[in-house]
């Protein structure tokens, strides 16, 4: 059975740091891509930070220089490590793995961790 458990939300004074995990499980870690997503009440879901399988990341151009993502195949986890929080980084926060061969994609989600940042 294939889970991601996010980890690590909370409040979070502006300019505060967090660090969120996602334990992976159920299915091979190390070939899947793995990204965090975000997503605001009526607001479409917002690729935050991605990494490959090379280990080449990408950001968001509003947290870029703020906010970085590793994977760690040992212990099936990725981290987003969050830092010079805003109010407006507010919002749920979602775990992604993904892999595409030819026309199969593989897609899993995690159940999100509220990140709060306010004074």
């Known amino acids: 059975q294939v889970q991601l458990v996010e980890s690590g939300g909370g409040l979070v004074q502006p300019g505060g740091s967090l660090r969120l995990s996602c334990a992976a499980s159920?299915?091979?870690?190390?070939?899947?891509?793995m990204a965090w997503y975000r997503q605001a009440p009526g607001k479409q879901r917002e690729l935050v930070a991605s990494?490959?399988?090379?280990?080449?990341?990408t950001y968001a151009d509003s947290v870029k220089g703020r906010f970085s993502i590793s994977k760690d195949n040992a212990n099936n986890t990725v981290y987003l490590q969050m830092s010079s929080l805003k109010p407006e980084d507010t919002t749920v926060y979602y775990c992604?793995?993904?892999?595409?061969?030819?026309?199969?994609?593989?897609?899993?989600w995690g159940q999100g961790t509220q990140v709060t940042v306010s004074s």
């Open positions: 992604n793995a993904y892999r595409k061969i030819g026309r199969s994609v593989s897609d899993y």
């Open positions: 990494i490959g399988t090379d280990a080449y990341t």
């Open positions: 159920g299915f091979s870690f190390s070939i899947y891509a």
